[in-house]
């Protein structure tokens, strides 16, 4: 590969990373919604990309289960039903409360102690902050600090791909009630307490999954 095709598939990789980053946020902010169909000419004016840029990032969208792609038919975000919705939540209540647990024995190893403290900092500043969705992308950081302290690739990767799904999910505390979750979570996890690490952590799950209302 000569260093000018190297120079262009790493730009176009960029430029599908700012797409996937948007549409997420839109997603979230409510710019882009379930069913919503995404014209590859629209997507090219409205980001001023190639076409390749914009395939590509429709490609990595639906890799994690954002859209969904039919020949002659193109790409379209996919619809979640309320009973997925809460089925997503109810996995990820236990696969968190799982990466609090094991997050709590293995807190003393290597790295772990500066890497929970810089997650719960990052939650915290965004919490504080007016982008609502800089909160959910430090929320899933945090999420996958702690899967990564267990040493659990799988439970990281399962995590990152639910996270895909919960974008969706407004958030339901107040800033003051999510800093002190994330602390509760954070403490219990530093004390080396698995059972209130976990206990703390599916609560925090929780609070969306009643949101949704009675199953």
Do not use: C, W
């Not at 076409?51 to 289960?65: D, P």
């Not at 996919?78 to 990466?99: D, F, K, P, Q, Y």
């Amino acid at each position: 590969m000569t260093q000018v095709a190297h120079e262009d598939e790493k730009a176009t990789s960029g430029a599908a990373d700012t797409i996937v980053r948007d549409i997420m946020r839109g997603l979230y902010e409510g710019r882009y919604v379930s069913g919503q169909r995404l014209a590859e000419p629209d997507l090219i004016a409205r980001y001023e990309v190639s076409r390749s840029t914009v395939r590509e990032a429709i490609k990595r969208l639906a890799a994690q289960g954002v859209v969904e792609t039919r020949h002659y038919h193109g790409a379209r975000i996919m619809t979640v039903s309320e009973e997925e919705a809460r089925n997503i939540l109810l996995i990820a209540e236990l696969l968190v409360g799982l990466a609090a647990r094991q997050a709590a024995g293995k807190i003393g190893e290597g790295t772990a102690r500066n890497d929970l403290r810089d997650a719960l900092e990052a939650v915290t500043r965004a919490s504080s902050g007016i982008d609502r969705f800089e909160v959910i992308l430090a929320r899933n950081r945090f999420h996958r600090t702690l899967a990564r302290i267990a040493g659990s690739r799988v439970l990281e990767t399962t995590l990152g791909n639910l996270h895909v799904h919960l974008v969706r999910n407004k958030l339901v505390m107040t800033p003051e009630q999510r800093a002190a979750s994330y602390a509760r979570i954070a403490e219990a996890i530093f004390d080396g307490d698995a059972d209130a690490a976990e206990t703390h952590a599916k609560a925090h799950v929780r609070a969306m999954i009643e949101r949704l209302g009675p199953s």
